[in-house]
């Protein structure tokens, strides 16, 4: 590691860190690669959803939104906090510092946000399948989507405001070429409580209902049909049963494996500033969930292999691409 200055003709300047060797070309290069395929895939999902009239549902409304926040997190986010691993030197000002740090806030909190919302709808669907759509409309969803979203930038404008941190003038810099954020004490326990704790707890509850719901409807399914005799379809509902199973296992297990280390490691820390090597690590665990939720709520449906092909093959620029039909049942 060479240390040299990231504005040598300024007597204030942060010195510049530039980390080099095969170790660190190789996590260069494997989080580089995170970041794209962030970009691919959340991309595939957006026009997918955007394009194909067939999939303009409510809870598809939900994917695309997650996948908005996911693609800031794959596009902007990951890729400065790689340049930064290269080279710890911020060369783009105080307002550039701001919009970034903005960005990546709400990013995060859109995602988990838009979360909660898939949970909810979910339940909705599980609980009151005959009324669900009478009750979830694309129309109201839309709104609870952009209510979301306005919730999410106005706690992340409080939050970076109250940490000294939103406006130019108020962010402090030890030297000239940094760009840090240092989290309050006071208001790591009220971000523990706001981002973690109130949304695990409504999604790990929902997920948990949604389970027991859809064991006691398979139940009833599988005595219906074993007065019947119908052994065949006891076996596909078995293995339906199990499937819903375990994709909400991979939901919640995916969601607490990323963020519980992060949520820990900031209560106990005093002062968490964004250039610690542990906080460092604890972000890209957070990043590599915005990865990760495409595969979870998009991929494992069938509709998303079927525009995928569509889109690789360059048939979205057909005229009638946007009628295509996708699936034969509803998904």
Not at 299 to 324: D, E, G, H, M, Q
């Amino acid at each position: 590691m060479t240390v040299e200055y990231c504005f040598p003709d300024n007597n204030s300047s942060c010195r510049k860190e530039v980390r080099t060797g095969p170790g660190n070309l190789f996590l260069f290069s494997f989080l580089s690669c995170i970041s794209v395929c962030t970009v691919f895939l959340n991309l595939f999902v957006i026009l997918s959803i955007s394009h194909f009239k067939q999939l303009h549902t409510p809870t598809n409304l939900l994917i695309l939104s997650l996948a908005v926040a996911d693609l800031l997190m794959g596009l902007v986010v990951m890729p400065v906090n790689t340049m930064q691993l290269r080279d710890s030197c911020w060369y783009l000002g105080k307002m550039a510092c701001t919009i970034f740090v903005v960005i990546s806030s709400i990013s995060s909190s859109a995602s988990v946000g838009n979360m909660i919302f898939i949970a909810v709808d979910r339940y909705i669907a599980v609980n009151d399948p005959l009324l669900y759509s009478r009750k979830v409309t694309v129309c109201k969803m839309s709104l609870c989507i952009i209510l979301g979203w306005s919730c999410s930038l106005l706690y992340d404008l409080i939050y970076l405001y109250f940490n000294d941190h939103l406006l130019p003038s108020q962010i402090l810099s030890r030297c000239h070429g940094e760009c840090i954020l240092i989290i309050k004490s006071s208001w790591v326990t009220i971000d523990l409580v706001i981002s973690f704790l109130c949304p695990c707890s409504v999604i790990l509850i929902l997920y948990s209902i949604i389970f027991t719901l859809a064991r006691r409807q398979a139940k009833a399914v599988r005595s219906v049909l074993n007065a019947t005799s119908n052994r065949h379809r006891d076996k596909v509902s078995k293995s339906s049963n199990s499937k819903a199973a375990k994709t909400l296992g991979i939901v919640v297990f995916v969601y607490l494996a990323l963020w519980i280390p992060f949520s820990l490691c900031s209560l106990s820390a005093e002062n968490m500033t964004s250039l610690s090597l542990v906080s460092t690590v604890l972000t890209w665990l957070i990043s590599i969930n915005s990865s990760v939720n495409p595969l979870i709520y998009a991929i494992f449906y069938p509709w998303f292999r079927a525009s995928a092909k569509y889109i690789v093959t360059c048939r979205l620029f057909n005229l009638s691409s946007s009628t295509f039909r996708l699936f034969s049942e509803h998904i």
